[in-house]
């Protein structure tokens, strides 16, 4: 099927392919691919284009099954995959959100240049590495009793700032500025408190990371500078989620619409598509507990910023509340959101899922930070260690293209368990030092898991985003030392 999907792969334009309804039975509307030929020539064969497929045979989807281009094989929806569903006949699915739900990417800026940074790069690295736990199950990180949880869980990021870490500015370059309304931590589960109670501050494994970076190019000047981007400036991206909470959420949830689908006698293409109706007390209830975990999530990342900040006050010998360590932006992938379209020459409020993708909302959508709103959101992309990350902003074209949606980052080449066996820690180490690039790590395979080669070309990811019509690069980064879970 696989061989098939691919072969059926219509060609729009230069960034984008067409699968047609019937290519898997039950389709309701095509899939969209965002990709290119260089893309779709370097991929190995996975089962993503059959999930994309499937995801258009949900109830109640409007418009296409789409992906981004750094699409790859997830849990029931593709990583990179994005949908939307009606709110009276449609539905929500877990696993077309993800388990690490609010997972997303911030980027700081220090106001340090290179020069001034790379002597003390080690240190920082070092530093880095105490203020902020990672690796498989992180410990160290703020402990919570039951109801500093919930408080946790009601108020995001600004119950972190509110209790000290970070300051009110902070809140203002944050999606949702850092907490989602409709949040109800009595439908967070047991055994969900309990993972959080130990984990919150916690960067995490897998490919979550904080890399200090280097302001390398700046291919639209206007749009860096008010971001505040200064080209050869050092600046930290993080990528980290709702840990074992939102996972423990997902899995929750999973578990309860797949005995209310065996109830019903109702059978889906693919069982991770496991679904309620989004106007049913499973879908609302799964609704409420991740916007509980979401805010789970941005007090995790306004947490670890404080640790970044801590860390620069080390090494650098100066007060942290004094340390120029600013919120550029703080944006989510994995995560489910009510939003407005223009469908059929009508407006629509639709739930749109975006899992590994994040929204690219153009420039006067009243989402977007006050400070960016003339500008377009900021997209944050991440790539490989040893390669560049970007910052981009969204197009006016991504509202009809992707319901304002764009990529996430590079986008996985290989599964973890094939690096471990293609890649060799010491070879990995010794290609990235011979780049200047240098690394800490809980584990050896916390580095071969995300190899450079591990992930697909970063360049030509955003040259698709940007010829797709979703969003424009803004700044280039390069890596010059990464903390791995």
């Known amino acids: 099927m696989m061989e098939k999907l691919a072969t059926d792969l219509e060609p729009l334009d230069g960034c984008r392919y067409r699968i047609p309804r019937g290519s898997v039975p039950g389709m309701r509307v095509d899939g969209i691919l965002f990709s290119s030929e260089k893309l779709l020539r370097e991929a190995p064969p996975d089962a993503s284009l059959r999930q994309l497929a499937n995801v258009a045979t949900l109830p109640g989807i409007v418009g296409e099954a789409l992906a981004m281009p750094d699409i790859h094989f997830g849990y029931g ?13 449609g539905v929500v699915s ?3 959100i993800g388990y690490d739900i609010n997972c997303g990417v911030r980027l700081l800026r220090t106001g340090r240049t290179v020069e001034e940074v790379r002597p003390h790069l080690s240190a920082l690295l070092t530093s880095l590495f105490q203020h ?3 690796g498989v199950g992180s410990k160290g990180g703020v402990r919570l009793d039951a109801a500093g949880i919930d408080a946790v869980l009601q108020g995001g990021a600004r119950w972190a700032v509110e209790n000290g870490y970070g300051r009110p500015e902070d809140l203002l370059v944050q999606e949702e500025e850092g907490v989602l309304s409709g949040a109800d ?3 967070v589960g047991p055994s969900a408190h309990a993972r959080g109670g130990k984990q919150l501050g916690t960067l995490g494994s897998g490919n979550h990371f904080l890399e200090v970076e280097e302001v390398e190019d700046l291919p639209d000047p206007s749009g860096a500078e008010v971001l505040g981007l200064r080209r050869h400036e050092v600046v930290v991206m993080l990528h980290t989620g709702s840990r074992g909470l939102g996972h423990q959420v997902g899995t929750d949830y999973i578990a309860r619409m797949d005995e209310e689908l065996r109830g019903r006698g109702l059978q889906l293409v693919d069982r991770q598509l496991s679904c309620a109706p989004v106007d049913s007390p499973s879908g609302r209830e799964y609704l409420s507990a991740m916007a509980a975990a979401a805010n789970f999530a941005w007090a995790n990342r306004q947490i670890i910023t404080d640790g970044v900040r801590s860390a620069f006050a080390e090494v650098f010998h100066e007060p942290k509340d004094r340390v120029a360590v600013d919120v550029v932006y703080d944006l989510s992938h994995n995560m489910a ?10 407006l629509r409020k639709l739930l749109v899922h975006r899992k590994g993708a994040t929204r690219a909302f153009p420039a006067g959508r009243p989402e977007v930070p006050a400070r960016y709103r003339d500008m377009g959101q900021p997209v944050l992309i991440p790539g490989d260690m040893g390669s560049a990350s970007y910052v981009l902003a969204g197009l006016p074209t991504s509202l009809e293209r992707s319901f304002g949606s764009a990529c996430h980052g590079a986008g996985r080449l290989l599964s973890r368990a094939a690096c471990n066996r293609k890649f060799r820690f010491a070879e990995v180490s010794r290609s990235l030092a011979a780049k200047g690039i240098q690394v800490r790590a809980a584990t050896h395979e916390g580095i071969t898991e995300e190899a450079p080669g591990a ?4 360049d030509e990811v955003v040259r698709v985003a940007q010829g797709g019509g979703l969003a424009r690069p803004v700044a280039r980064l390069v890596p010059l030392g990464v903390v791995k879970g």
């Open 77 to 89: 929806f593709p990583v990179g995959g994005v949908a939307a569903f009606d709110l009276t006949e």
């Open 337 to 346: 959101k009510v939003e407005e379209y223009s469908v059929e020459g009508r």
């Open 94 to 96: 877990p696993g077309g």
């Open 132 to 134: 902020v736990p990672s």
């Open 455 to 458: 992930y697909k070309d970063v």
């Open 185 to 187: 931590p009595s439908r």
